[in-house]
Structures are given as structure tokens and as C-alpha cells.
């Protein structure tokens, strides 16, 4: 097994489906099934989860509204989205625990970071919800600050409509190179946006691998988690 510990990113679209809004509970279940298989293969698993099929930032839902107003907002939808997700796991009789950045203790538990290494160990699914805690930072850069708080192993980018890193976008030129390989220098050189400069350079200081795949086929969160060749590895 090449992983021992995972962190996987999903964005709130994921959990849509072809629903252009709110939570698709079909979907949801999918890939909850898909996160029980690698959680029954002994990984332990946590999952930070975005909110845009609830709140999208300044390009969408909150267009002319304060920044920070807005992206409290948006915290509080990856919440409802990791609540959604937890109701989906423990139907499968997968043990979890949301810990949000928001306190909220009356649906989730805050998070604090020994605590929630501790719920791993004991091989529960960890589902943070809430982003960081904090304005101006996207869940990508959620995942990367507690990917590098938990010490995982890897980090498992979970995105709709492609395969992987492009170097421009294959949607609009049908001649784009796809990656195979990537270090994050590369990514910020280029300016490839399949994250935010703040999340690939906490990535490249701490030591994290990065695979970004293509989850529209919800089979391929098995196959990454299990470390097959799929999809972009982005490393040091």
C-alpha cells in the first residue's frame, strides 16, 4: 500500500452532480461508497470539502458584497456539505467526525489538531468543515494546512471535467499538453491555477504530494487513494 494516511479535497460542486445547486444525495452516496473502500483497505482518511453548490465567492453568489461577509458565507455551506456527507458515511457504517473551524458544537466538534490525528489512528473518517477559519483562504489552501497539521501522506485533488493538469485549458485547445508530472515551481512559474498560489506553496514547504485526478468517475477515488498512475502527481 503506498499511502498510509490521506487527505481527500472535495469541491461542493462534487457533491451536485450534474445539479447546477444543493447536494445531490445519489451523488453523495457515491462517493461515500468510494471513501468506505479505501477506509476498508485500512487508510485512514480525512476529507476537506468546499461549499460551491451552496455559496460561490465574489464570482458568483456574492458578487458586490464585502469579501469577508461573503466567505463566512461560503464556510458555513462546507459545513452543510460535510454534515451531508457524514449522514452518507455512517449509513455505510463508516465511523466519522466533522471537526469544524467555526465553533458549532451543538452539530460538530472544533477542530484541534491532536484530536483529530487521534479520531485517524482509531481509523475514523475526519471531515473538516468551516475552510480555515478565516476570510481570503480557499478550501484548497484548507486542504494543504491540515494535510501538513495531520502529516498525510498525500494529498488527493478530486476535480470535475478533468484529467488531470493541462498546460492551458484543454476545454478551449484541443492541442493542451497534459502533465504527468509536475513540481509545484513549475505550477507557480507557469501560473497553471489548478490551485491557489497559498495552497501550492504550503505544499511545496511542507514535503506534500499532490495528485489531481478526475472524479467523474468516482471509481477513480479508489484507484488514487491506492496510489495507481492516474491523473497529474505533483511533488517537490
Known sequence: MKYRRVVLKLSGEALAGDNSFGIN????ESIARQIKKIHDEGLEVAIVVGGGN????LSGSAKGMDRAQADYMGMLATIMNALALQDALEKMNVFTRVQTAIEMR???????RRRAVRHLQKKRVVIF???TG???FSTDTTAALRAAEVEADVILMAKRGTD???DSDPNKNP??????????????NRELHVVDSTATSLCMDNN???VVFNMDDHENIFRAALGEKIGTTVVK
Open 25 to 28: 444525495p445519489p451523488v453523495v
Open 54 to 57: 451552496i455559496w460561490r465567492g
Open 106 to 112: 451543538e452539530v460538530a466538534e472544533p477542530y484541534i
Open 129 to 131: 468543515g468551516g475552510g
Open 134 to 136: 478565516n476570510p481570503y
Open 164 to 166: 488531470g493538469i493541462y
Open 175 to 188: 492541442d493542451a499538453k497534459k502533465f504527468d508530472t509536475l513540481t509545484y515551481l513549475e505550477i507557480l
Open 208 to 210: 506534500i504530494p499532490l
